[in-house]
């Protein structure tokens, strides 16, 4: 995993072992871009930007038979970077 760059928000721009792209921002959330799909067996897939998923853990919230997720939000900066680097770790090394 590399820092690519820190914008001037605050969002810090990594990218992963696999190449995919990692951003933490200052409001907590972490999110990870998906992987790109095989050009051989999709050759016509085409997709607008870029499209990103959370990987914030996720508490179950629960108010009589109702239930909601809520996803745990990281000020800390260094602990955002943690769990990117975590993420890399377990998902993005090649086998």
């Known amino acids: 995993m590399q820092v690519l760059n820190i914008s001037k928000n605050g969002t810090i721009k990594c990218e992963m072992s696999d190449g995919r792209l990692g951003y933490t921002y ?12 095989s050009q051989t067996l999709y050759p ?24 909601r997720y809520v996803r745990v939000l990281l000020p800390n900066e260094l602990d955002r970077l943690r769990l990117l680097y975590a993420f890399d770790q377990n998902n993005c090394q090649n086998k």
């Open 26 to 37: 200052k409001s907590g959330y972490v999110r990870v871009s998906c992987k790109s799909p």
């Open 44 to 67: 016509n897939f085409k997709r607008r930007g870029i499209k990103l998923y959370q990987i914030n853990t996720k508490v179950k919230l629960t108010k009589g038979d109702n239930y």
